[in-house]
């Protein structure tokens, strides 16, 4: 079978600089996303998981290397061309939701919806927004603010609106660490749906070797240098 190639990564470098020191997060990483992929990155502490989801999601720039999405460079586009790249092709689940409290569930996921320069209007909107968090099972919910939610709900009103712009992929930074393994589960179901029914790609930064049940391919980070394990 061949797959659908998504996205590459070629000699990928990132080093930080921190006061006098040079730090090498990532070297050189290859590394190609098929279309429906689900993959696990695992690695210990500071071994540059995030710096790989940072650039792979457009959020950093690489120090050295090629990128490239659906076959096209993205170190040539202006800051304006790749936002509009990072906002259709990428979904972001952070591990503490990045959700703001105050404002309602519907709220939230308005606000990502506003970044996509679709023109809709107030009605179309609320059933877009309606029915992403159909999708993930909290619709009834959508007028609550979040600060009212469980942890669970919460969970899932930043997985819809990692979902809102129909992004090809999803990137989700350990986002079970402080949830109960109960809450871990249905939130790892989620996710296997939203592969498995709506095709995305999944790329899940993890501690927890639990979280690998549904990865069809696992990624391994130490000190910066990426290599693949078997499933
Ligand atoms: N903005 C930054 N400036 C300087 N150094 C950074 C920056 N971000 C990350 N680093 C360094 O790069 C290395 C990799 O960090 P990264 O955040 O990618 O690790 P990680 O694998 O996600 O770790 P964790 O599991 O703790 O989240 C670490 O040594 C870290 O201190
Ligand atoms: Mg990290």
Redesign the pocket.
């Known amino acids: 079978m061949t797959e659908k190639k998504l996205l590459e990564l070629n000699k990928i470098s990132k080093t ?1 600089k ?1 006061k006098k020191r040079t ?1 090498n ?1 990532l070297s050189e990483v290859d590394l190609i996303l098929n279309k429906k992929d689900f993959i696990g990155i695992i ?10 989801l940072k650039i792979i999601g457009l959020i950093s720039k690489p120090t050295e290397g090629v990128y490239k999405l659906e076959g096209k460079e993205i170190a040539s586009l202006s800051e304006k061309e790749k936002a509009k790249y990072r906002n259709k092709y990428f979904g972001f689940i952070l591990q503490d939701y990045g959700l703001i409290d105050s404002y309602t569930v519907y709220e939230n996921i308005e606000i990502p919806l506003s970044y996509a320069e679709i023109k809709i209007d107030a009605k179309e909107k609320r059933e877009k927004i309606s029915d992403v968090l159909d999708k993930v099972g909290i619709k009834q919910e959508i007028d609550e603010p979040c600060n009212k939610l469980s942890g669970g709900q919460r969970q899932r009103v930043a997985i819809a609106r990692s979902l809102i712009n129909d992004p090809d992929i999803i990137l989700a930074d ?1 986002p079970t660490g402080a949830l109960d393994n109960e809450t871990a589960k249905d939130f790892l179901t989620l996710l296997h749906m939203i592969n498995k029914n709506l095709n995305k790609t999944i790329v899940l ?1 993890t ?1 927890d070797e639990k979280m690998l049940l549904y990865c069809n391919r696992i990624i391994q ?1 130490e000190n ?1 240098i990426v290599s693949e394990k078997k499933t």
Request: charged share 20%; no cysteine; aromatic share 6%.
């Open positions: 930080y921190k730090i997060a690695g210990k502490s500071g071994a540059g998981k995030s710096s790989l350990e930064v501690h980070i910066g």
